[in-house]
């Protein structure tokens, strides 16, 4: 098993960096004969000069079934490119890419990408999760439309002293896992909410705010 | 019955796709040629009288406000086989286009289009094809 990382600049510099200290083996493949030099001097990685959507290129990287091909470069397209090759003619299972456009992650999903990165969706919900009070957070979109949300209940919450089943939440929404002093409380009908809890929810994101308003009172 | 009038989008305005869009439109389709260059619809001949679009085929929304939703046949002609592909597959898996033809310059990833359903135009195997001829046959003179 080796990581194969494909195009990127110092992404790809530091990925390998890392990788390689925890012992991983690591091919880097890059167009950019200047970075592969500086790869080489600097890296104990192989590393090959040559552009990654090219069968032959990935050849000579003798990629296997069992590697993890990490897709860096700046274009959608060419990712997607890279992603298939790997995947249907080298029978790669593991790819993970670089997504630039969000609106192209559910074309990368549909081709059967499972993990894309995409820079704009996570800077995205970092602001967001800035911009919402610290005790409602939005932690992870989980599919899409769909997000995992995280609300700290105090005590001017409206919730606070209700029984679960008492609060009514829109039915595309639930709420999955309290921790209560660190301590996971399985959500049942008769469970009370009590401040300081931390509620764990699922919910489509069109209700977002609707189930904002109803568990934080804004 | 058959639709004798065929919505056709195609991608890329060079040589080929001004050539193939203009052909469809004099033939009577309805036809929607796109490129990243407006410089390039000049290639396309007087008599063309279907639409055109200015916009970047590697960007989902060019392919979206092409109308490929509505298209019974997508040519993907640019000079790039990784966008030929991106426009491929979106036609393929998002949009649902039944016939979908690419010109893939790398013979090796004619594999990949196939596998996505999509019949691939292959620059190199035809000339190869035409060229064995003298190989083959080229002595009968």
């Known amino acids: 098993m080796k990581i194969v990382i494909i195009g990127g600049e110092m992404t790809a510099y530091y990925l390998a960096r890392t990788m390689l200290s925890k012992g991983y083996d690591v091919v880097l493949i890059n167009k950019d004969s200047e970075l592969c030099e500086e790869f080489s001097k600097t890296l104990n990685a192989t590393v090959i000069l040559g552009d990654g959507s090219r069968k032959e290129v990935l050849e000579d990287a003798e990629l296997s079934t069992n590697d993890v091909v990490v897709i860096l470069t700046p274009r959608d397209q060419v990712n997607l490119l890279i992603s298939q090759l790997a995947m249907k003619v080298f029978g790669v299972k593991r790819v993970v890419s670089l997504v630039s456009d969000p609106g192209n992650i559910e074309l990368f ?16 919900n970092t602001v967001e999760a800035l911009l919402f009070p610290d005790e409602f957070s939005n932690i992870i979109p989980l599919e899409k439309g769909i997000e995992f949300l995280q609300v700290v209940v105090d005590e001017r919450s409206p919730v606070v002293g209700k029984r679960l089943r008492d ?39 069109r209700i977002k705010e609707e189930v904002e308003t109803l568990l934080v009172g804004r | 019955m058959k639709r004798s ?9 060079g040589r080929i796709g001004s050539a193939i869009a203009s052909v469809a439109s004099m033939k ?3 036809v929607i040629v796109v490129d990243k260059d407006e410089r390039s619809f000049r290639r396309l001949s007087s008599e063309f009288s279907g639409f055109t679009v200015v916009g970047d085929a590697a960007e989902f929304e060019t392919i979206k406000k ?21 426009i491929s597959v979106c036609s393929r898996y998002i949009f649902g286009v039944e016939k979908v033809v690419a010109r893939v310059y790398d013979p090796a990833k004619a594999k990949i289009f196939e596998e996505s359903g999509v019949e691939v135009v292959c620059p190199v195997t035809l000339m190869v094809e035409k060229l064995r001829f003298y190989i083959d046959g080229g002595d009968k003179l």
Do not use: W
């Open chain 1, 109 to 124: 999903k549909r081709l059967g990408v499972s993990t894309v990165l995409n820079l704009t969706t996570m800077i995205v």
């Open chain 2, 66 to 86: 092409s109308q490929v939703a509505n298209a019974d046949i997508v040519f993907a002609l640019t000079n790039d086989d990784s966008t030929n592909y991106f």
């Open chain 2, 28 to 30: 009577g389709h309805n």
């Open chain 2, 5 to 13: 009038r065929k919505f056709i989008v195609v991608f890329g305005c």
């Open chain 1, 167 to 205: 609060i009514q939440l829109p039915n595309e929404s639930v709420v999955a896992a309290i921790v209560r002093g660190g301590v996971l409380v399985v959500p049942r009908g008769d469970t009370e909410i009590l401040s300081g809890d931390r509620l764990y929810v699922i919910v489509n994101s």
